[in-house]
């Protein structure tokens, strides 16, 4: 998909992560699975709206979201603005990135 497809959906992503289904049920899974990240640098690729940065930011890393949507990146920096944990984040394409 491209930016702008992106932008475009991401209201709707947001409220279908938010809502009734709530958060992707593998998050906890993913975090058995990393282990400790206290202290660690983590870079969470097309993070959306910043679930994954910012749980990992609550277990002590210091996380950097990278997704396309600017949209997206705003909503992540809202829910972070609601809970500051430092998690930060870029806009740009993953595939592409350097």
């Known amino acids: 998909m491209t930016t702008a497809a992106w932008d475009e959906i ?4 947001d409220s279908m992560r938010s809502g009734e289904w709530g958060p992707i049920q593998n998050e906890q899974s993913l975090l058995d ?3 400790n990240v206290s202290g660690e640098s983590v870079c969470d690729l097309a993070c959306g709206q910043g679930v994954m940065a ?4 609550e277990r002590g890393a210091k996380a950097t ?3 396309i949507s ?5 909503i992540a920096r809202l829910y972070g603005s609601e809970s ?10 993953a595939p592409q990135s350097e």
């Not at 910012?54 to 930011?57: D, F, G, H, V």
């Not at 600017?70 to 705003?74: A, D, S």
């Not at 500051?84 to 394409?93: E, F, K, M, R, V």
């Open 84 to 93: 500051p944990l430092g998690a930060t984040y870029i806009q740009d394409n």
């Open 54 to 57: 910012r749980l990992l930011t």
């Open 10 to 13: 991401a209201d709707w992503y």
């Open 70 to 74: 600017e949209k997206l990146l705003e």
């Open 65 to 67: 979201g990278v997704d």
């Open 33 to 35: 699975l990393i282990g």
